[in-house]
């Protein structure tokens, strides 16, 4: 079993949707992040949480802790958000907090007009 | 452009050939990651730098594959004797070691074809 998993792997939506992506890890963690990649292969950092919500723009990000759990939100969904949206942690172990990050499989979302 | 830069960005190269990446992280990162990503997965990590100190790699790392930071600055990945399983994108990243705070910048990748 992975340490980090996404659902859905693929997701398909109509402009104007609310679009939910969901991670799960199964390790400790010191930080989560949401990642975005367009075709071409550039990632671009959307989030780094340790807690709670973070907003920007149309994006909202949450992460409870005890439930090893985090959510992406995108509001008012647009074609120009397709992408695939990758979760990443940062493991915690024995309070060292490793700099390397671990990455969930992808969410391929495509967003039609 | 003060973002990470990777050089090439493509590479096409016969099997058994040598292969050598560069990555310029953002100027004041003192940390340098390389990752992997083969089609349709997420990224795997590889190795990465604090300075010029390698200080972790992956087993994903055979003995074909060396990365080295002589100055703390630039970092390059080298393949030798490659495989058509090493076609893949290779990532770097860098990130600023300071309290919690380690977001990581990604560079845009070079794709690797082992024909």
């Known amino acids: 079993k992975n340490e980090v998993e996404q659902s859905p792997q693929n997701l398909t939506a109509q402009e104007g949707e609310f679009i939910t992506i969901n991670c799960s890890y199964s390790v400790g963690i010191s930080a989560l992040h949401w990642l975005q990649q367009h075709p071409g292969g550039g990632i671009v950092s959307l989030f780094m949480l340790s807690s709670g919500k973070k907003k920007h723009g149309r994006l909202i990000a949450t992460i409870n802790i005890q439930e090893k759990h985090s959510s992406l939100h995108i509001t008012a969904s647009h074609p120009r958000d397709s992408a695939v949206y990758i979760c990443?942690?940062?493991?915690?172990?024995?309070?060292?907090?490793?700099?390397?990050?671990?990455f969930g499989q992808g969410t391929i979302l495509t967003v039609h007009p | 452009d003060t973002g990470v830069s990777q050089d090439p960005r493509h590479k096409i190269t016969k099997r058994g050939q040598n292969v050598t990446f560069r990555c310029d992280p953002i100027s004041e990162h003192n940390r340098l990651y390389w990752y992997r990503q083969t089609l349709g997965q997420g990224p795997e990590f590889l190795t990465y730098?604090?300075?010029?100190?390698?200080?972790?790699k992956s087993r994903l790392l055979s003995d074909r594959f060396s990365a080295e930071r002589p100055k703390g600055s630039f970092s390059t990945l080298e393949i030798q004797r490659t495989e058509q399983g090493d076609s893949a994108m290779y990532l770097c990243?860098?990130?600023?070691?300071?309290?919690?705070?380690?977001?990581?910048?990604f560079g845009p990748g070079t794709r690797l074809t082992v024909l």
């Open positions: 990443a942690v940062r493991l915690r172990a024995g309070g060292t907090s490793y700099g390397k990050l671990t």
């Open positions: 730098f604090q300075n010029e100190a390698q200080l972790e």
């Open positions: 990243a860098s990130s600023l070691l300071a309290g919690n705070h380690n977001e990581q910048f």
